[in-house]
T-cell receptor
Framework: GAGVSQTPSNKVTEKGKYVELRCDPI?????LYWYRQSLGQGPEFLIY????????DSGLPNDRFFAVRPEGSVSTLKIQRTERGDSAVYLC???????????FGPGTRLLVL | DAKTTQPPSMDCAEGRAANLPCNHS???????VYWYRQIHSQGPQYIIH???NNETNEMASLIITEDRKSSTLILPHATLRDTAVYYC????????????FGGGTRLMVKP
């Protein structure tokens, strides 16, 4: 079946701009996670949702980062006033529920110039 | 979640078994051992997980020591496509625990 999909696959923006990254989880998965991966590092947790609500956003680096999941399916990660240090691969994962295995999408590669 | 320790890199000859070790000496009784791998420029791929019994699926086998302080992921017949970074992660089976990735092991399968 269809896996987790993320769009766009690549995004180039200028410092100070606003960006939105989209994640489509596996159908029927209620839990959704966002991670960020810098070059040469393992992924780092940002936020996760159970249904529509953000259950844990402790990994968001600052208030420029925000994520929503209004209907409990698709999620959007929003970054305001982008900085060069935000350049990374943003990964989304979903699972049937909060206990089960997480499956990852291919990621969105963000480059802030 | 308990911390894991993995060798930074390993080589394996194509067609041979790849045995990737992981140390998790502070693992708790309710924590599972998960393995993911990440092929260059792709998202992490789930491989296998276990609690205390050995597990096998179509991709790999997971051997967990009796004291659960270490484990080994076995790829029985490594191919060039198995070249990737392999992450061993310990995760509690309760609500919402995110995955904490360490540095992983970079496995290079050579012809």
């Amino acid at each position: 079946g269809a896996g987790v999909s993320q769009t766009p696959s690549n995004k180039v923006t200028e410092k100070g701009k606003y960006v939105e990254l989209r994640c489509d989880p596996i159908s029927g998965h209620t839990a959704l996670y966002w991670y960020r991966q810098s070059l040469g590092q393992g992924p780092e947790f940002l936020i996760y949702f159970q249904g529509t609500g953000a259950a844990d956003d402790s990994g968001l680096p600052n208030d420029r980062f925000f994520a929503v999941r209004p209907e409990g399916s698709v999620s959007t990660l929003k970054i305001q006033r982008t900085e060069r240090g935000d350049s990374a691969v943003y990964l989304c994962a979903s699972s049937v529920n909060l206990q089960e295995t997480q499956y990852f999408g291919p990621g969105t590669r963000l480059l802030v110039l | 979640d308990a911390k894991t320790t993995q060798p930074p890199s390993m080589d394996c000859a194509e067609g041979r078994a790849a045995n990737l070790p992981c140390n998790h000496s502070t693992i708790s009784g309710n924590e599972y051992v998960y393995w993911y791998r990440q092929i260059h420029s792709q998202g992490p791929q789930y491989i296998i997980h276990g609690l205390k019994n050995n597990e096998t699926n179509e991709m790999a086998s997971l051997i967990i020591t009796e004291d659960r302080k270490s484990s080994t992921l076995i790829l029985p017949h490594a191919t060039l496509r198995d070249t990737a970074v392999y992450y061993c992660i310990v995760r509690a089976y309760n609500a919402g625990n995110m995955l904490t990735f360490g540095g992983g092991t970079r496995l290079m399968v050579k012809p």
